[in-house]
């Protein structure tokens, strides 16, 4: 059984994305505002130490990953 190493929440706005992760590790805590675009965010995720858990917000804004 995988268990993630880092849990990421994406609250998706029209003209942003506010992430947050906790790395279960270390405690750290990695927070970016980013551009409402798939490739940004899952190139952002990518870089975070995994495996790696996301959920997301997007309301009536259409975004999907």
Do not use: C, N
């Amino acid at each position: 059984m995988i268990k993630e190493r880092t849990s990421v929440g994406l609250d998706v706005h029209a003209r942003s994305v506010m992430a947050t992760g906790l790395d279960a590790v270390t405690g750290e805590v990695f927070r970016q505002r980013l551009v409402p675009a798939s490739e940004v965010v899952i190139e952002w995720l990518r870089g975070l130490p995994g495996p790696v858990a996301t959920t997301y917000e997007a309301g009536p804004t259409g975004f999907g990953l």
